[in-house]
């Protein structure tokens, strides 16, 4: 018998959380159907219902990976939700960052995912239309910017983009890899200063 859409729905809710709680404990090199499976205490064999193969598994993983980032909290974004231009786009950065024990633990699972998805052309694809996507985002808060005059309307609005999210990119692994020589205060100090400069240009 078939099971009903719903139970469909919710098995599949259930092995994403399973997944979820894989990633953050052992990261992409210790997810695989069998830790999933007894994560969930069912066998491999339901799993495979769901994803016959390996690649299956890290494609939804990373599937899981961005509904979890773009559901998570963003207090800087909330506190400027009437915001506009710059003071938006700083808080848009600030939340990339690794601020807390929170956003670095999903920080830490996104830089993870970068190797298996550089890996296969398809699952790079899509990290790249993810990327892209925060561009296009941060490309209409710096053209507001401009418009505003808070930032030099010199520089095509998509190249200051695409330089402050490879600023933050970069301060996210720095942070990572030594969070005490990159603590909150220091990291939102560095991206301030950098915005600095990009006003003074």
């Excluded at 969930?40 to 799993?47: D, I, K, R």
């Excluded at 398809?122 to 005059?149: K, N, P, S």
């Amino acid at each position: 018998m078939t099971p009903a859409r719903g139970d469909h729905d919710a098995r599949r809710t259930e092995v994403s959380r399973a997944v979820w709680r894989v990633l953050a404990a052992r990261g992409f090199e210790g997810l695989t159907l069998r830790a999933v499976a007894a994560e969930m205490g069912a066998s491999t064999g339901l799993l495979t219902h769901y994803f016959p193969s390996k690649r299956a598994l890290l494609k939804h993983a990373l599937d899981v990976l961005d509904q979890r980032s773009a559901g998570r909290p963003r207090p800087a974004e909330e506190q400027a939700a009437e915001a506009r231009g710059l003071p938006r786009l700083r808080a848009v950065l600030l939340d990339i960052l690794p601020l807390d024990a929170d956003s670095a633990a999903g920080n830490r699972i996104w830089v993870g995912s970068w190797d298996v998805a550089l890996a296969d052309p398809e699952l790079a694809a899509e990290h790249a239309a993810r990327y892209r996507r925060g561009r296009e985002r941060m490309t209409a808060l710096v053209a507001e910017a401009q418009e505003l005059g808070e930032l030099p309307a010199d520089r095509p609005a998509a190249d200051v983009a695409a330089a402050a999210q490879s600023f933050v990119l970069g301060l996210v692994v720095q942070a990572l890899f030594a969070p005490a020589e990159f603590p909150a205060q220091r990291q939102t100090a560095l991206l301030d200063a950098y915005l600095a400069d990009a006003r003074a240009r």
